[in-house]
Structure formats: C-alpha cells, structure tokens
C-alpha cells in the first residue's frame, strides 16, 4: 500500500511558466515532509521541506505548499528553467517512532526551451 | 567536501555471486539508509543504521545484509546475487535539526545481476 503518492509520471512545461507537482499521502502521522530532485546518472539532491505546523515554505523560484486536511502537498516552480528538467520525488516522515523516509515514485519534469 | 562516497559506480554480477557495496560519509551523521531505485518504483527503504552499533530492516530487506562497520561507514551486501536484484542503490545519512531534517545521497551504484 503506497502512503506517497505521486500520480503524474511526467509533467511538461514550457520555459517561464509555472511548474506545479503534486503529492498525496494516506498516514496521518506523516508530520514533515521534503521534495528531492534527481538528475540522470547522479544521487537524489534535498530541494525544499515543510514541517505540518506550516502550510507554506518558499525557497527562491520553489514554493512548497501543505494542505493537511486534504494530506496534499504541492511543489511550485516559478518561473520554470530548463536546468529545472530532472525527476522530482516527494518523502514524508514522522510516523514510526524514528524517522525514516517515505518516498513517492517520482514525477519526471520537462521544461522546454 | 565528499558528503556521502560510494563504490562501485558500476558493477555486473551473474546470478549466485556475492558483493559488497560500500558507502563512507564525512558529515558525522549518526543515521545511514541503504535505498534500491527501480523503474516506476521510486525509492525504497532495504535498511537503515540509526546509530553506530545497530540496523534496522526498512520495506525490501530480504537478499541483503548490511554491516555499519563504524560511524562513517555503512556496508550492504548481497550474499547470492539474483536478477531482481537489478537495480540502482542509493546510500544516504541523515542531518537532523529540532523540525528539521534531509538526507544527504551518494551518487548511486548500477547493478546488473545476470
């Protein structure tokens, strides 16, 4: 049973616009969570986290948002770059004493020049 | 500044061998995760070393064995290769703050078991 769920595979953008991924998770317990980005051939790279007694976290062009009731959270890119185009996974923590991290399966981004 | 090294890059097994993939990090971090990445399957947990002296079994343990040889290094082997084995492994550690954390990845080990 998956608890981090990513439903886009892929996502495609054109260059200056707005990317938005999503991210849906089942355990109530999950009380922060992260988005990494990966590039082809190299390891997963840590991009923005939420704790769950926020519901906004900006970091640059990233803005990361935490929709608790509805146990949504959504990556925002803007304006959207072509360096930007990797796979981008979203984890979550908290619920099992020790935190280890739960992953989605990804959302590969395209942005298009 | 290494952040978290692992080796081999590459290797190819046929099906019954043995290996060891290592995985050193320089950060002082207490924690250290051993993750496999498959197609379509994103990142999962084999197993995890909380602290110097344990282990811990994540969602995918079954094939591997892991060693946490000291603070920076922590091992996993596989004793009798199989082809669902196949697969990209990621070591990481852990950075934790009071409400906050991340895991730091190595650059990732791609396995073939023939």
């Known amino acids: 049973d998956q608890q981090v769920k990513q439903n886009s595979p892929s996502l495609s953008v054109q260059e200056g616009r707005i990317s938005i991924l999503n991210c849906d998770y089942t355990n109530s317990m999950f009380d922060y969570f992260l988005w990494y980005k990966k590039y082809p051939a190299e390891g997963p790279t840590f991009l923005i986290s939420?704790?769950?007694?926020?519901d906004k976290n900006e970091d640059g062009r990233f803005t990361v948002f935490l929709n608790k009731s509805a146990k949504h959270l959504s990556l925002h890119i803007v304006p959207s770059q072509p360096g930007d185009s990797a796979v981008y996974f979203c984890a979550a923590s908290g619920y099992s004493g020790y935190s280890t991290l739960t992953f989605g399966k990804g959302t590969m981004l395209l942005v298009s020049p | 500044n290494a952040g978290v090294t692992q080796t081999p890059k590459f290797q190819v097994l046929k099906t019954g061998q043995s290996m060891t993939l290592q995985c050193a990090q320089d950060m002082n971090h207490n924690s250290m995760y051993w993750y496999r990445q498959d197609p379509g399957m994103g990142l999962r947990l084999i197993y995890y070393?909380?602290?110097?002296?344990?282990?811990d079994k994540g969602e995918v343990p079954n094939g591997y064995n892991v060693s946490r040889l000291n603070k920076r290094e922590f091992s996993l082997r596989l004793e009798s290769a199989a082809p669902s084995q196949t697969s990209v492994y990621f070591c990481a550690s852990r950075w934790s703050d009071t409400g906050n954390e991340k895991l730091f990845f190595g650059s990732g080990t791609q396995l073939s078991v023939l």
């Open positions: 939420i704790s769950s007694i926020k």
């Open positions: 070393s909380a602290s110097e002296g344990t282990t």
